[in-house]
């Protein structure tokens, strides 16, 4: 600990040394020029680049615009402006210039946000795909990771559900790791972060969005760089006339669908099913109850899927101020979001605060400090979060009529049947109030130093702190205080803490214009301390005080604290070469340290090279006169991973709530080993390579960017499962070997370009295959339980060496018995034919579920098992087009996935008819199994010998439940009109702009669930494309109003 | 020009060093004697585990028999076995196992290290590794009789590579069992003189002699002359130990195991349960509550709940001379309870196991009955003790060890001791007077007397009588009415193998270890 303190002291003052001052180079100069440069409102624009065109001789605007320069007579003057389009201005006979810059969005393209800097993009060798800001804010979302699908070649995001709040799932050219986590790295303004939460960022600051897909771009950060990283610089001021941009939307948000659910006639009709079935005393219990189902036939009786789903407001308000002079600029924003879910009583807020100062101290100290505080909220029930208590399957399966004669259930939930996990779902909405509220504050600071002519020293130190407050109470009125232990509620408090530094020293020199040479060295070193505490109270005598009163509860629980910490210390270099512009070749190296692993096992080495060829120079390319544009690119290069918890790799002891014993009726803890180690763990290692091409046509109106990768991860960090005689269930340890390849194509064409129309459009299409190449000590197939419900333990998911990981695995379906298979008599009843195996259970009737007996043994049990769908899709992609017409401005952006199955595991409760009163079902039950209706389809309830008709346990997944999961959705259109400037002159506004933008607005799918695009699965890459209980997609529509002054 | 370079490169390797805070390294316990007892309460622990007596091994295995039936047509994991629909793929028998495994791996990491430990008086070190090795032994005694060959764990598990282990045969584990309760025995703590719930000397020859009859019995039959007369010789250490012996009433046996009032007299070792809920702590079982007499008043958070999961089943009740056999009040309650009031309940077959009640119904002086509690726990758990080796089943080990060796007489005078605490007169000498009438006598005796104890299975499945025994059972419930509207009440007898007397390897064991292999009977 003292060595951290310290080091934390050095980190901090690194921050603050005080660096060497260069006299300025005096050029001897002929002749002087002076000028001002505008932009196309007449602003004057301070901080342009003025530059004699090939020497280093120049200067940048003053506040007014104004520059001078001494150059040769005949000199040209290059001048330049983030922003806006490049001038070249020939200064032969001239002494004074006026200049007027046109903005140019394009320009911001040429420009590659690369690791610890920046690149011209006809330098790029590495795999780097950048999304433009501005279209991300066009979304009408509450986070821009929402806005992200799509949009990227080999980006693939993803709903996970859609509860307000929750982050994507984003997975950068196929998953690496299986049980590991394959977010990406997140490097928000220097700052790299594991755990990056997309609502702690206001979208609208955000100025680059770039993601590093291979090895050669990512290397750069080591060990964390495996899956992919994402930049995210955010806005600083730029120096001029203060500007102000207001943004306010408002919005409408709806689930556009219901599932089919029985009506009360036909749900009347399966109780009396039901009773006839189980004889005795039922039939007159239900005569008592019901009287006649005829009575129901016409009652429209309760839609709970109306009851908790709602219409939601969204709104989003936004102001940023900035500005600055030659010395400081300025950004600061605010923005508030507030989006009501589309489930009763649940949703989500955030605030966001951002201030960004940047000052020169002097032509060679350059300092700044970026300062952003988010405070967010998620509210109301997790829908997706428990598995046999879901409030969305009592929406679904709650009855939908009373019956005529009271039976004292409330909505046919008995809140005191001890198996009966449901409950009104109204009510348990209404009455759990649960939250989880996040601030997270960051701050990073740099100081970057010209030491000598380009040479140049950045150091930059950041503090995050994560804090996390979870609270949840149930109300009097909610199952958990009716059935497990009353009132009650928890709190839970979690401390995220990093603070890192990172220091790099950058020399780029040109030698004789051919040869072009950058050099980078850098170290970092970050602490991440993580801390938690929850408590929590049950049995309180009333629920007024909700969890801010935990001590009025009568019996409490016992508080559970946890604390731990992670180190990282890295060094790195990286080299890149020019050859005449024509020959890239780019190397890097970066050794990783990590307190995770012990010994020898703490240093990573992560090397990669990568080579480009700028084709477009050699002259038997530019005789063609096809080009504009040609570049090949060739990558390898290996990249780390270190994702496992921070105790994995000790051997370590505790004691739980459940480990102790009594004597003589006097209770004591006991203390076992609860974690396994494996002492050697060490990195897992990710060796990819990547071609690529970049095409321009046609002037760069038509551009094609193809890239082909390959990347195998081996050492797998791998949770691998253990024998049960090991008395362990899992090891974390290095094992197997996974492999991803994929295409990917990306094209962009500005159709139509001219003063009143344009249409541009962007096409991307990836395709990425995965495989299990080995598994732990050899072997042949991992079969996972994605814990959906825990009463059907069947392991549903299979990852096979030679095929994808994660597949669906099940018995395969064989409709139901019929009465042809069956001999009858009547005292032994249905007795199977010979050689038609049972399903399962040795008792089986007409109508019951019947499966294929694979393995012809005559039985149908785990051996029967197999693939039976893959949620892999074969590819996906987006479709954008961009319209303007005038003042109008127009998008339309489609995204696609094609080829995946989704497993719909919803059915095996809502489409598996079981003998359980008040049960209520897909409205496909109705045509279930009856002696009267010989279907092959839905089982019949329950047969003679009181035999059921559904599938034993065991046996209940099959691939029944899989379906294509293949959608094609309108993501996001949006329609504006920007008011033109001449009748903004007479206003404060330079800017204003009215828009109309939906989300999600249609897809097209034949899946039966709410939406295509979920993956609820508990164990992440093992158990993709699961659909149980997920809160189902919303469509919003927003108006919203940009405003510039 | 002027330049400071920094120098930031600093070496900081120490920096990368960390020490769990949350947690202690193995490597860092057993030091102390407070290290070691805190390890051994954690062997100790997982007898109370849901996976093994807290419910599954206690309650739901010991149910689809001739003595306790399931009330509820319900197909849930823990209940598979109650229901003989189990299959290698069921998680409940992979949950038990490796619960069990667990203990013997927690038993074999402290008989590795506790050595190593810094304790003032050697003894009390010796006693708590006779403790560990008394509750590896019975894990293992648990594992062997349940699943037959199994793995033989002597040493803890280090990493990856020891998920491979072959099979041990069973002969092979029954030795080692008995190599090591008579190599620990003498260094046990002694009943009365040591906290009560602690593994004694006479537990270690309880437990002997248990193994010794488990092995003579089917299907094992291995060296069974020698077998019994070592289980006559165990006995006789407890019976001479002048520690243990007979309550007065059957009655107060089972209310000091509810009430837990820690008397070491008739129970040598049982599984401790204390209901802690309150205190946020997980140490209660289901013992009475799911096997109790039916209690489900609306919402009483506390207080004699039991949601009556099981029947005590139709030989059982037809077993006792209901008049006169003192156990017969107290094992089996014709009635439940309904808005606090008990109420008879109609059918035999529906008749609820009394020996865990949690509340009994009192006479008032009007005539009518009330309830009073005798265990409030929480609803849904319960503190009440479960019973491992008690000193009848000493004196019918005995008898049956005396019986198996052609001495019947010997044997009906222990069998009467039994009988007569019950309040029953001697038996009838010329009724079981050979081998087998009185075999035949003391299946019923042993019934009569441990129903609920989770005895039975093994019982029946010594004997050899396992399928007969279920199918008359079954016979008694169709007789008696449960026809076929019912007939999931009897689903457990409807198509008994050979294979149920065993329980499969757990699939996942399979798939993980190598060199395992399924049960024959299961492949």
Same mark, same amino acid.
């Not at chain 1, 590991?180 to 609208?204: C, K, Q």
């Not at chain 1, 505490?533 to 009333?542: E, I, K, Q, R, Y």
């Not at chain 1, 096809?626 to 690119?633: E, M, Q, T």
């Not at chain 2, 002969?171 to 025995?185: K, P, S």
């Given at each position: ?67 001078? @320069? ?28 006026? &200049? ?20 011209? /993009? ?8 950048? $999304? ?60 790299p972060m594991e755990s990056f939460d997309s609502g702690s960022i206001n979208a609208r600051d955000i100025e680059s969005y770039n993601v590093l897909k291979d090895a050669s771009a990512t290397a750069i950060y080591g060990s964390r760089g495996a899956n992919g990283v994402i930049i995210i610089n955010t806005k600083g001021g730029v120096v001029g006339r203060t500007k102000v941009s207001l943004n306010s939307s408002v919005g409408i948000q709806w689930i556009p669908n219901r599932l089919d659910v029985m009506s009360p006639y036909e749900f009347v009709k399966l109780q009396q099913e039901i009773a006839i079935g189980k004889g005795g005393e039922e039939p007159q219990a239900f005569l008592d109850k019901w009287e006649d189902a005829e009575l129901y036939r016409n009652d429209k009786g309760t839609n709970w899927q109306d009851e908790i789903f709602q219409s939601a407001i969204i709104q989003n308000h936004n102001v940023s101020i900035s500005g600055g002079s030659e010395k400081t600029t300025h950004h600061m924003s605010l923005n508030y979001l507030d989006q009501e879910g589309t489930l009763i009583n649940t949703g989500f807020k955030k605030y966001n605060g951002k201030i960004r100062l940047d000052h020169k101290l002097s032509d060679k100290i350059k300092t700044g400090i970026n300062i952003n505080y988010s405070s967010m909220e998620q509210s109301g029930v997790k829908v997706a979060s428990n598995n046999r208590v879901s409030v969305l399957m009592d929406a679904l399966t709650t009855r939908p009529v009373e019956p005529i004669n009271d039976d004292g259930l409330e ?14 779902? $109204? ?23 010209? @030491?000598?002519?380009? =040479? ?50 950058? #020399? ?12 980078? =060295? ?11 505490? $929850? ?16 001590? &009025?509860?009568?019996?409490?629980? /016992? ?26 070749? !780019? ?60 105790? +994995? ?11 102790? #014993? ?39 109106? @038509? ?101 994808? &990981? ?103 409760? @809502? ?86 933008? +939906? ?33 189902? +997609? ?12 | ?61 010991? !149910? ?70 008394? =509750? ?48 620990? +025995? ?66 107060? $046996? ?77 094992? /089996? ?191």
């Amino acid at each position: 600990m003292k060595n951290i303190n310290k080091f934390r002291k050095l980190a901090h003052s690194s921050l603050l040394l005080v660096f060497m001052f260069l006299s300025t180079l005096v050029f001897a100069q002929s002749k002087k020029i002076s000028g001002v440069v505008n932009d196309s409102f007449g602003v004057s624009l301070p901080g342009v680049s003025v530059l004699e065109k090939g020497t280093v001789n120049g200067t940048a605007t003053d506040i007014n615009g104004k520059f001078s @320069l001494r150059v040769k007579p005949n000199a040209e003057l290059i001048i330049s402006f983030i922003g806006f389009q490049t001038q070249i201005i020939n200064c032969t006979n001239k002494i004074n210039i006026n &200049v007027i810059l046109k903005e140019d969005t394009k320009q911001l393209d040429q420009v590659v946000v690369v690791g610890y800097g920046k690149k011209d /993009i006809k330098d790029v060798t590495g795999s780097i795909v950048s $999304v433009k800001a501005d279209e991300l804010a066009k979304a009408p979302v509450a986070n821009f990771d929402q806005a992200l699908s799509g949009r990227m070649a080999g980006v693939q995001v993803n709903f996970t559900d859609a509860q307000p709040g929750e982050g994507m799932n984003i997975v950068i050219r196929g998953g690496n790791s299986i049980t590991g986590s394959n977010a990406p790295l997140y490097v928000v303004d220097g700052i790299p972060m594991e755990s990056f939460d997309s609502g702690s960022i206001n979208a609208r600051d955000i100025e680059s969005y770039n993601v590093l897909k291979d090895a050669s771009a990512t290397a750069i950060y080591g060990s964390r760089g495996a899956n992919g990283v994402i930049i995210i610089n955010t806005k600083g001021g730029v120096v001029g006339r203060t500007k102000v941009s207001l943004n306010s939307s408002v919005g409408i948000q709806w689930i556009p669908n219901r599932l089919d659910v029985m009506s009360p006639y036909e749900f009347v009709k399966l109780q009396q099913e039901i009773a006839i079935g189980k004889g005795g005393e039922e039939p007159q219990a239900f005569l008592d109850k019901w009287e006649d189902a005829e009575l129901y036939r016409n009652d429209k009786g309760t839609n709970w899927q109306d009851e908790i789903f709602q219409s939601a407001i969204i709104q989003n308000h936004n102001v940023s101020i900035s500005g600055g002079s030659e010395k400081t600029t300025h950004h600061m924003s605010l923005n508030y979001l507030d989006q009501e879910g589309t489930l009763i009583n649940t949703g989500f807020k955030k605030y966001n605060g951002k201030i960004r100062l940047d000052h020169k101290l002097s032509d060679k100290i350059k300092t700044g400090i970026n300062i952003n505080y988010s405070s967010m909220e998620q509210s109301g029930v997790k829908v997706a979060s428990n598995n046999r208590v879901s409030v969305l399957m009592d929406a679904l399966t709650t009855r939908p009529v009373e019956p005529i004669n009271d039976d004292g259930l409330e909505n046919g939930v008995d809140p005191d049947d001890p198996d009966n996990l449901r409950f009104n779902p $109204v009510k348990t909405l209404n009455n759990t109030d649960k939250s989880k509220q996040w601030t997270i504050f960051r701050a990073n600071a740099y100081a970057e130093f010209k @030491l000598l002519k380009g =040479l140049s020293f950045k150091a930059t130190g950041g503090y995050v702190s994560d804090n996390r407050k979870i609270s949840a109470f149930y109300n009097a009125d909610t199952r958990q205080a009716y059935k497990e232990g009353g009132i009650q509620g928890s709190l839970t408090d979690g401390l995220y803490t990093t603070l890192s530094t990172s220091n790099t020293l950058t #020399y780029d020199t040109k030698i004789d214009e051919i040869h072009k040479l950058g050099v980078l =060295l850098g170290y970092e070193y970050s602490v991440k301390k993580d801390e938690s505490f $929850v408590a929590g109270s049950t049995n309180m005598p009333l629920d007024n005080l909700g969890v801010n009163s935990l001590q &009025v509860g009568e019996t409490p629980l /016992i508080p559970i604290s946890y604390k731990s910490q992670h180190n990282m210390q890295s060094y790195f270099s990286r080299l890149d070469y020019t050859f005449k512009e024509k020959y890239l070749f !780019t190397a890097s190296y970066r050794i990783d340290g990590s307190s995770r692993f012990l010994n020898d096992n703490k240093w990573g080495f992560f090397p990669s090279v990568s080579f480009g060829w700028r084709m477009i120079e050699e002259p038997f390319i530019q005789n063609l006169d096809v080009f504009s544009n040609l570049k090949l690119r060739a990558g390898w290069g290996t990249t780390g991973n270190n994702r496992v918890p921070n105790e +994995a790799a000790f051997s370590i002891m505790t004691a739980t709530i459940e480990n102790g #014993y009594s004597f003589n009726d006097i209770y004591g803890k006991g203390f076992s080993v609860s974690n396994l180690a494996d002492e050697n763990l060490k990195w897992e290692t990710t060796y990819q390579y990547n071609l690529g091409l970049d095409m321009g046509l046609l002037n760069n109106k @038509l551009t094609l960017t193809v890239d082909a990768y390959k990347k195998n991860t081996k050492d797998l960090l791998l949770d691998a499962a253990m024998a049960p005689s090991t008395s362990f269930s899992t090891i974390w340890t290095n094992v197997g070997e996974v492999e991803n390849k994929g295409l990917e194509f990306s094209l962009s064409s500005r159709n139509i370009e001219n003063d009143n129309f344009s249409w541009t459009t962007n096409f991307n299409i990836s395709m990425n295959r995965n495989k299990v190449v080995s598994l732990t000590g050899g072997a042949n197939e991992l079969l996972t339980d994605p814990q959906w419900n825990s009463k059907i333990t069947e392991k549903q998911f299979i990852s096979k060496v030679g095929n994808s &990981v994660g597949q669906f695995y099940g018995l395969k379906s064989d409709g139901l018995y019929q009465v042809e298979d069956f001999n009858y008599s009547n005292g032994t009843g249905y007795v199977l034919k010979d050689g038609i195996p049972n399903n399962g259970s040795s008792a089986v009737i007409p109508g019951s579920v019947k499966f294929v007996d694979l393995n012809n043994d005559g039985n149908i049990d785990h051996k029967d098992r197999t693939v039976i769908g893959s949620a892999q899709p074969k590819h996906f992609g987006g479709l954008g087009n961009d319209f303007t017409y005038k003042g109008f401005d127009l998008s339309i952006f489609f995204q696609w996935s094609y080829g995946n199955d989704i497993l719909n595991v919803n059915k095996v409760r @809502l489409e598996n008819p079981d003998i359980k009163y008040n049960y209520n079902y897909l409205k496909s039950v109705e045509d279930r199994y009856m002696p009267t209706n010989p279907t092959n389809n839905i089982n019949i309830v329950r047969g003679e010998k009181s035999i059921t008709g559904a599938a034993p346990e065991g046996n209940q997944v099959s691939d029944r439940y899989v379906e294509d999961g293949s959608f094609l959705k309108l993501k996001t259109i949006s329609l504006g009109y920007s008011f033109n400037k001449k009748l903004l002159d007479r206003t404060y506004f330079t800017q204003a702009r009215v828009y109309l933008a +939906a989300q999600n607005l249609y897809t097209w799918t034949n899946y039966s669930g709410y939406d295509p695009e979920v993956s609820v699965g508990k164990k992440g890459a093992l158990t993709p494309g699961l659909d149980y209980s997920a809160y189902p +997609a919303s469509k919003t529509i927003t108006l919203g109003v940009d405003l510039k002054f | 020009m002027l330049v400071i370079l920094p120098i930031v490169f600093l070496s900081c390797e120490e920096s990368l060093e960390y020490n769990p805070e949350s947690f202690i390294v193995t490597e860092n316990f057993y030091k102390t004697e407070a290290d070691c007892q805190l390890a051994l309460k954690s062997i100790y622990s997982d007898l109370g585990s849901n996976n093994t007596f807290g419910e599954s091994m206690s309650i739901c295995w010991a !149910t689809g028999l001739d003595e306790a039936v399931m009330s509820r047509d319900k197909n849930a994991p823990i209940w598979t076995i109650a229901r003989n629909e189990h299959t290698p793929a069921s998680t409940s028998i992979e949950n038990t196992w490796r619960i069990l495994y667990r203990g013997i791996n927690n038993a074999n990491i402290f008989i590795e290290r506790a050595p190593g430990a810094v304790v003032e008086d050697e003894s009390v070190k010796e006693g708590m590794m006779a403790q560990a090795r008394f =509750l590896r032994a019975f894990y293992y005694l648990e594992l062997v009789r349940a699943w037959g060959d199994i793995p033989l764990r002597t040493e803890s598990v280090k990493g990856v590579n020891d998920n491979e282990i072959a099979k041990s045969s069973t002969a092979d584990v029954y030795q080692f069992i008995i190599d090591e309760l008579e190599a620990i +025995a003498t260094e046990l703590p002694v009943a009365g003189e040591t906290e009560y719930g602690r593994a004694t000397q006479t537990a270690a020859y309880g437990l002997l002699a248990r193994t010794y009859l488990s092995r003579a019995g089917y299907p094992n039959r291995i060296l069974s002359d020698e077998s019994y007369q070592k289980v006559i010789d165990n006995c006789d250490a407890v019976i001479n130990s002048g520690k243990h012996d007979l309550l007065d009433s059957y009655k107060e $046996v089972f209310l000091n195991l509810i009430e837990n009032l820690n008397d070491p007299t008739e129970v040598i070792f049982d599984v401790q349960f204390s209901s802690l809920l309150d205190q946020g702590l997980k140490e209660a079982g289901k013992l009475g509550q799911l096997n109790g007499i039916e209690n489900k008043t609306k919402n009483s958070d506390a207080g004699p709940y039991s949601y009556g999961f099981i029947y005590a089943g139709l030989p059982l009740i037809n077993a006792y001379d209901q008049a006169n056999d003192a156990r017969f009040d107290w094992n /089996i309650a014709d009635w439940k309870v309904t808005k606090d009031k008990p109420v008879k309940q109609k059918n035999k077959y529906q008749w609820f196991p009394g020996k865990y009640r949690r509340g009994d119904r009192v006479l008032n002086e009007d005539g009518s009955y009330s309830i009073i509690t005798l265990e409030s726990g929480n609803k849904n758990t319960t503190g009440i003790n479960f019973p491992i080796l008690r000193y009848s089943d000493i004196l019918l080990m005995k008898a049956e060890a005396l019986n198996e060796l052609g001495s019947t007489p010997a044997a009906i005078a222990l069998l009467d001791q039994v009988r007569n605490r019950a309040g029953l007169p001697a038996i009838d000498a010329a009724n079981v007077a050979d081998k087998d009438a009185f075999r035949s006598e003391l299946m019923d005796e042993r019934m009569r007397e441990f129903c609920f104890e989770g005895q039975r299975k093994h019982d029946l499945i010594r004997w050899g009588v396992y399928k007969e025994k279920l199918e008359a059972a079954k016979q008694d419930l169709i007789d008696a009415g449960a026809g076929a509207k019912l007939s999931w009440m009897y689903i457990w007898a409807n198509s008994i193998e050979e294979k149920h007397t065993v329980l499969p390897i757990p699939l996942k064991e399979i798939d993980e270890n190598k060199l395992m292999t399924q049960n024959v009977l299961w492949r």
